[in-house]
T-cell receptor, first 119, second 111 residues
Framework: DTGVSQDPRHKITKRGQNVTFRCDPISEHNRLYWYRQTLGQGPEFLTYFQNEAQLEKSRLLSDRFSAERPKGSFSTLEIQRTEQGDSAMYLC?????????????????FGPGTRLTVL | GEDVEQSLFLSVREGDSSVINCTYTDSSSTYLYWYKQEPGAGLQLLTYIFSNMDMKQDQRLTVLLNKKDKHLSLRIADTQTGDSAIYFCAEKRGRDYKLSFGAGTTVTVRA
């Protein structure tokens, strides 16, 4: 396992279309996070899963956004009726709880991101 | 907008030290992190500091934490061209699992 992977890496779509992104976390990690990063800004938290349970959603996650993690492994993020303001880099991260060492408890490992452009 | 603030740009001569500063607002922050982002790549954790520490050194990296002023800094000694990137300060607040990031500092290393 070489890390968190995301697919696709780039997506161009027309306004009003639906898009779906996939994230595969590091295999033993039970926590999975989605962030959004716009140009010139830092990542902003969208939502978080522990196993298959979605435990927290940001107010940034409007009703057009839905995220799932059906089997507690990979996750999908769907955006319905895309708008130009949805254009951003969507980042996925995963982490593993337990212990005091950073690498086993608090470090979030990030994927390369999916860059979405809405025309 | 972010509650974590950073200066946006830093230019440094190769071989000199770089110092990147960050201020945060939540006194309950338990961990503070520095991430590096290179073009086309994801975020890479460089180092972190636990809130009960004042300083942490890791090879060329030194992190200083001033809890009273809610100020965090990252010093990179002997800066190299490969250090050119965007550096993000991030905080983990209380029992939250999510991270709150600053807008990032773009570091440019010139020969």
């Amino acid at each position: 396992d070489t890390g968190v992977s995301q697919d696709p890496r780039h997506k161009i779509t027309k306004r009003g279309q639906n898009v779906t992104f996939r994230c595969d976390p590091i295999s033993e990690h039970n926590r999975l996070y989605w962030y959004r990063q716009t140009l010139g800004q830092g990542p902003e938290f969208l939502t978080y899963f522990q196993n298959e349970a979605q435990l927290e959603k940001s107010r940034l996650l409007s009703d057009r956004f839905s995220a799932e993690r059906p089997k507690g492994s990979f996750s999908t993020l769907e955006i319905q009726r895309t708008e130009q303001g949805d254009s951003a880099m969507y980042l996925c991260a995963s982490s593993f709880p337990g212990g005091r060492a950073l690498s086993s408890y608090n470090e979030q490992f990030f994927g390369p991101g999916t860059r979405l452009t809405v025309l | 907008g972010e509650d974590v603030e950073q200066s946006l740009f830093l230019s440094v001569r190769e071989g000199d030290s770089s110092v990147i500063n960050c201020t945060y607002t939540d006194s309950s922050s338990t961990y503070l992190y520095w991430y590096k982002q290179e073009p086309g790549a994801g975020l890479q954790l460089l180092t972190y500091i636990f809130s009960n520490m004042d300083m942490k050194q890791d090879q060329r990296l030194t992190v200083l934490l001033n809890k009273k002023d809610k100020h965090l800094s990252l010093r990179i000694a002997d800066t190299q061209t490969g250090d050119s990137a965007i550096y993000f300060c991030a905080e983990k607040r209380g029992r939250d699992y999510k991270l709150s990031f600053g807008a990032g500092t773009t570091v440019t290393v010139r020969a």
